[in-house]
């Protein structure tokens, strides 16, 4: 089982880019999946989530309204559109998806929740 995560690259601010995370080995259809991102010296943190069913998504307070979180079933890949990019989003995005059947809102936007990790795409926001 694998997740492979695309899409990042170098952008000016206000930019727009789209990340991919395509899962290999199952679809992971009845899992939530999350984006976590780690910027240079900082902790790995919190992005975005969606839920199994694909109808509830999940955001950090520093992304919300410039990002969008979806998956698509059939491809077994989840996507991260994300607007208006900042340079403080500069970091390198993890996708992930969980074990657990269903959604537990109370542990989607945790690491903890997560066993299926990609290896991370990076992003670069020039001011």
């Known amino acids: 089982v694998q997740l492979q995560a695309s899409g990042g690259g170098s952008v000016q601010a206000g930019g727009s880019l789209r990340l991919s995370c395509a899962a290999s080995?199952?679809?992971?259809?009845?899992?939530?999946m999350g984006w976590f991102r780690q910027a240079p010296g900082k902790e790995r943190e919190f992005v975005a989530a969606?839920?199994?069913?694909?109808?509830?998504?999940y955001y950090a307070d520093s992304v919300k309204g410039r990002v969008t979180v979806s998956r698509e079933y059939a491809k077994g890949t989840m996507y991260l559109q994300m607007n208006s990019l900042k340079p403080e989003d500069t970091a390198t995005y993890y996708c992930?998806?969980?074990?657990?059947?269903?959604?537990?809102?109370?542990?989607?936007?945790?690491?903890?929740?997560?066993?299926?990790w990609g290896q991370g795409t990076l992003v670069t926001v020039s001011a």
């Open positions: 992930a998806a969980s074990e657990a059947v269903g959604t537990n809102r109370f542990l989607i936007t945790s690491q903890t929740h997560y066993h299926y």
């Open positions: 080995g199952r679809t992971f259809s009845r899992n939530a």
């Open positions: 969606i839920s199994y069913s694909g109808n509830r998504p």
